[in-house]
């Protein structure tokens, strides 16, 4: 699987006469054709829907055409999940200068990447947080509000939080934004999917979910019986949160889930730690 592998990402590099967007549209479509990659069984993927490589490759693109990563970053993917963002990283990073680390509260997805990605590539790590999570992982011994992560300060140039508040309550949001603000190094960037509710979402045909208020003010739940399967929030009330944090929000990209055309499905916020990198 090594030598299949290495030799696409060979062959990506060896495209300097072709523009960075054709380069990277190249390797997108490459990874969804890889049939080397490993990809887990339908039955164990316990996040996420449609194609496991696709939607993967899709996040390829926004981290590089939305978030400004390069193939030197030292990535966080905080809710790795069981991989759907590692997967196409390890054809994107850099092998001796890019690393990353994954870290979930569900075991199951942790040990199936060390299974089969960190073997074939050993800069790609992953480690169980054992966070409390009413969905995903009710048993947890350390509550959210209080995360911190075990890796040092500055440690990395991105962090992806991949709907990940989109399943948090804004207390817990705060905390991992004053990670982020810890772990990134000066220039570092914080890419965040988040369901924004703005005035006039919830009139339009075709918003999916509709969101009703929910018990604090500025949130909204998808499903007032399970709030966490999909909480959104007004944007003044996120972004605060990252603010406070001491993170410079730089972009804000709005998803399709409200029945408008864009790329992506969910709200894109990218916030940075200022200084030199």
Not at 82 to 94: C, E, F, H, S, W
Not at 138 to 143: E, I, N, R
Not at 152 to 177: K, R
Not at 198 to 218: M, N
Request: some cysteine; proline content about 6%.
């Amino acid at each position: 699987m090594n030598a299949q592998v290495g030799n696409r990402i060979n062959a990506y590099e060896a495209l300097p006469a072709l523009s960075e967007e054709s380069r990277l549209s190249w390797l997108m479509e490459a990874i969804e054709r890889n049939r080397f990659l490993p990809v887990p069984a339908p039955e164990n993927v316990f996040v996420g829907d449609g194609n496991f490589k696709a939607i993967g490759a899709e996040f390829l693109g926004h981290f590089v055409r939305i978030g400004d990563l390069s193939p030197s970053d030292r990535v966080l993917d905080i809710g790795c999940g069981i991989g759907r963002m590692a997967l196409p990283l390890t054809q994107y990073l850099d092998e001796a200068t890019g690393c990353y680390e994954g870290v979930d509260p569900v075991g199951e997805g942790i040990a199936w990447c060390v299974k089969n990605i960190t073997p074939a590539y050993p800069r790609f790590r992953f480690c169980q947080i054992d966070l409390a999570h009413e969905l995903y992982n009710p048993g947890g011994s350390l509550v959210g509000h209080e995360v911190v992560l075990p890796f040092l300060d500055g440690s990395f140039d991105f962090i992806a939080m991949v709907s990940v508040a989109t399943h948090l309550p804004l207390s817990e949001i705060a905390a991992y934004a004053r990670e982020a603000m810890r772990l990134l190094a000066p220039g570092g960037r914080l890419f965040m999917t988040a369901f924004l509710v703005l005035e006039g979402d919830q009139e339009r045909a075709g918003a999916r979910p509709q969101f009703a208020p929910g018990a604090e003010a500025g949130t909204w739940y998808g499903d007032p019986s399970a709030p966490l399967a999909a909480i959104g929030f007004d944007k003044t009330v996120i972004k605060q949160a990252i603010r406070s944090a001491g993170l410079d929000i730089k972009r804000v990209d709005l998803g399709h889930w409200r029945g408008i055309n864009s790329t992506h499905y969910q709200d894109i916020i990218v916030a940075t730690k200022t200084g030199a990198a």
